[in-house]
């Protein structure tokens, strides 16, 4: 055996000798070989695969036993009453109307045009000229569009025009195409009629016209459009709640590029600033504004706010709200479709959920039955009661501590009083049998951790919040907590 092994066996040996000398607590004689071997067993088979094992199972028992608690326990939603105006993102469908009339052209031969569409002309302006034998100066007049150029602004507004229609169009209505290239060739046709104006009075002068040449003169003085619709000359009376959902009339232009015939319209004109808007609303707009006058509104999502006068209309089962203006009607005199947002951020108050809100129902008694007694610190109810045995008659004292008035009656609480009580009041002989029952709105608080009915008064509502009224007595305050759907919410009932 070489040296190194000699000496590693007397090692142990010497090793094993002193282990000889130690005695367990038991008596036994302790070996250093038995200890080892059974430390090394038991840590050897603990490893990081057998630890991530039983964290692993510890996550899943505590998951469990959390929705566990989630299932079985009451789920109450919470919303925190915030003081806000109520925001009406909802936009309604709408029909333009206003006092416009076609104007047919009294002469049948070539037609040009002087006035810029959408532009207001006086009384006795040149609106058109028809050459009846299509001569020189119809001739000359076209000669000298062909030599009209446009101007680096012109060009710089007709390219602007092109790039937000294309940054607006989405490929899904292919009706809009033919609306813009209206609306494009009556740029263009504005861009050369001002130019064309004055070619005519240069020929007229140089002796150029002939007797079939004929310039028509506005009989009234109003905005002149080139394009009309089948809806031309439409009052609130023809309109209905199918007519406004059917939005895909196109215009069509009344520009002619060469012969027209006489009793063929030529242009439209409005000659009254006022104009009205009829919306297609819902019934809750429809009572949130029956005494409602002003309003303001905002067209086709656009920022300036618009003020007009609302009337109502209600046409079966349909409700329609017509907004009468008197402004900006030359900036939507080729629209007929739009769409309108009205503004109440005036109206401001505590906003909540329409699904908050419930009724409740109360007894009611007039006011005049309440008696008053200083000595027990305000008003009392006296409730009659007779006794079969002896025949008598007394009087139980009943002392709301809260309830709400109208200014006619007082709204007791179901539990205060019982259906059939006669109340009275000595003072003055009235005696009131408890019957009937009225209904309050309301919302359920839980501030006190069960809930509460609480009475809210209204004032608008859209589809999805409601502003109630600030400071009411007894009513919701800023930050309260309510049940988020009353109908899941039983009063009295403590939340967990």
Same mark, same amino acid.
């Given at each position: 055996m070489k040296p190194a092994g000699l000496f590693l066996k007397a090692m142990r040996r010497d090793r094993d000798q002193e282990n000889d000398n130690i005695v367990n607590i038991d008596g036994s004689r302790f070996t250093g070989t038995g200890r080892n071997r059974y430390s090394k067993?038991?840590?050897?088979? =603990? /490893?990081?695969?057998? @630890?991530?094992? +039983?964290?692993?199972?510890?996550?899943? @028992?505590?998951?469990? *036993?959390n929705l566990y608690i989630y299932a079985t326990k009451e789920q109450v939603s919470i919303y925190e009453v915030q003081a806000q105006n109520l925001s009406y993102d909802r936009s309604y469908p709408a $029909?333009?109307?206003?006092? %416009? !009339?076609?104007?047919s052209s009294g002469y049948s031969g070539y037609v040009n045009y002087y006035i810029q569409n959408g532009r207001k002309c006086a009384k006795s302006s040149v609106v058109y000229s028809v050459d009846a034998s299509g001569s020189n100066v119809y001739t000359a007049l076209n000669a000298s569009l062909e030599d009209i150029s446009l101007s680096s602004d012109e060009i710089r507004k007709i390219k602007s025009d092109i790039s937000g229609a294309m940054k607006s169009?989405?490929? +899904?209505?292919?009706?809009?195409?033919?609306?813009f290239k209206t609306s494009l060739v009556e740029t263009l046709y504005d861009y050369v009629s001002r130019n /064309?104006?004055?070619?005519?009075?240069?020929?007229? +002068?140089?002796?150029?016209?002939?007797?079939?040449?004929?310039? &028509?003169?506005?009989?009234r003085s109003g905005v002149i459009s080139y394009t009309a619709d089948s809806l031309c000359g439409l009052?609130?009376?023809?309109?209905?709640?199918?007519? *406004?959902?059917?939005?895909?009339? !196109?215009?069509?232009?009344?520009?002619k590029t060469g012969l027209v015939s006489s009793g063929?319209? &030529?242009?439209?004109?409005?000659?009254?600033?006022?104009?009205?808007?009829?919306?297609? $609303? /819902? %019934?809750?707009?429809? =009572?949130?504004?029956l005494e409602t006058r002003d309003v303001t509104v905002y067209i086709n999502g656009g920022v300036t706010p618009v003020k007009g006068q609302l009337k109502l209309l209600r046409k079966d089962s349909d409700y329609l709200a017509q907004i009468i203006l008197d402004e900006y009607m030359s900036s939507y005199m080729d629209t007929r479709f739009v769409s309108i947002e009205f503004d109440?951020?005036?109206?401001?108050?505590?906003? *909540?959920?329409?699904?908050?809100? /419930? !009724?409740?129902?109360?007894? @009611?008694?007039?006011?005049?039955?309440?008696?008053?007694?200083?000595?027990?610190?305000?008003? $009392?109810?006296?409730?009659?009661?007779y006794d079969a045995a002896t025949g008598a008659v007394a009087y139980e004292d009943i002392y709301p501590k809260k309830y709400y008035s109208d200014g006619y009656y007082a709204y007791l609480d179901t539990t205060l009083v019982n259906e059939g009580d006669i109340i009275c009041n000595p003072d003055t002989g009235e005696r009131v049998k408890i019957a009937t029952v009225n209904y309050l709105d309301g919302v359920y608080c839980v501030n006190k951790g069960y809930y509460v009915f609480t009475r809210i008064e209204k004032l608008r509502s859209n589809d999805e919040y409601t502003i109630v009224k600030k400071g009411t007595k007894d009513g919701l305050r800023l930050y309260d907590h309510i049940a988020l759907n009353a109908a899941d919410a039983v009063e009295g009932k403590i939340i967990y």
């Open positions: 067993g038991l840590l050897s088979r =603990i /490893t990081p695969e057998h @630890i991530g094992a +039983a964290v692993f199972l510890l996550v899943f @028992i505590y998951l469990c *036993i $029909v333009c109307i206003r006092d %416009e !009339q076609l104007v169009y989405n490929g +899904a209505d292919l009706t809009w195409t033919e609306g /064309t104006l004055a070619e005519m009075d240069r020929l007229s +002068a140089s002796g150029n016209s002939s007797s079939d040449f004929h310039s &028509v003169r506005s009989d009052d609130a009376a023809g309109i209905d709640a199918d007519l *406004i959902k059917n939005n895909t009339i !196109q215009p069509y232009s009344l520009r063929e319209p &030529v242009y439209r004109i409005c000659d009254n600033e006022e104009w009205s808007i009829v919306a297609l $609303v /819902t %019934e809750d707009f429809y =009572i949130n504004n109440y951020e005036d109206e401001a108050g505590l906003k *909540i959920p329409r699904t908050a809100i /419930t !009724q409740k129902g109360y007894y @009611i008694v007039p006011l005049t039955v309440f008696s008053a007694e200083e000595g027990a610190g305000g008003y $009392v109810l006296k409730r009659e009661t």
